[in-house]
């Protein structure tokens, strides 16, 4: 099994992307994974917030980069990958689907958050903080759109958050190691298989903007194509997509 970074475990912290942040502007490279128990301002996309109470988990890999910002960012798909074979190991082969950009979903509703933040190093590298939510005892109730847990979907107790940040940091390293090795495609390719929605009608809310049209799939850099009902392809690179209704 391939080596993971070591993991530091918090009882609680603001949130793990923010002390990923705090060391990486004090010069920390990592890698490292961060994780805690609670988070009492845990974020997400989009400038929402993110809760995490005992018994999900919340972990930030912070790692940095020689590659430029755009390729950077597909580390949130490699972190989804990730994800999906977690769900996988506790729930079955299948349970779970991705959502572009990275969201993971089980049976329809949403059960991972993915937050990738970034910025310069003195060094002209780039510092990255891959935060991962997984809903594994709980599902948040104040939400735009229904969450679940795998608790839900379990005929016996999740796993404990530490146990299932081996697996997901193990499943990282594996996904990374694609990336590396092979190039984004083969990541695209694996995302794929396990996306839902390509082929369907979706709604495109961007930061300025709504678009309508049928999700055609990724583009070699892993923006989604969306087909508009005037024929134009629209390059989404940002935004959250919702597809009857999810
Ligand atoms: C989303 O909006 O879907 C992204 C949610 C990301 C949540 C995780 S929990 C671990 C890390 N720390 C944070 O404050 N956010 C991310």
Redesign the pocket.
Known sequence: MAAHPPIEAYDELD????EARRRAEAGEVGPVWITAAV?TA????RG?A?S?NRGNL???LLTVTDRPAGEAAQLSFVAALAACDLADACLGAGAARLKWPN?VLVHGKKAV???VESGARPDGRLWLAV???VNLAHAPQDVERPATAFAEHMAGQPPEPRAALEVLAHAFERWRTTWSTHGFAAVAAGWSERATGIGQRCEARLPNRTLSGVAEGLDPDGALRLRLDDGAVERITAGDVFFGGA
């Not at 949130?15 to 923010?18: F, I």
């Not at 845990?42 to 996309?45: A, N, P, S, V």
């Open positions: 949130s793990t992307n923010a988070q845990g974020r997400g996309r929402r993110w995490t919340a972990a930030t969201d958050g993915i937050l935060g991962i939510g």
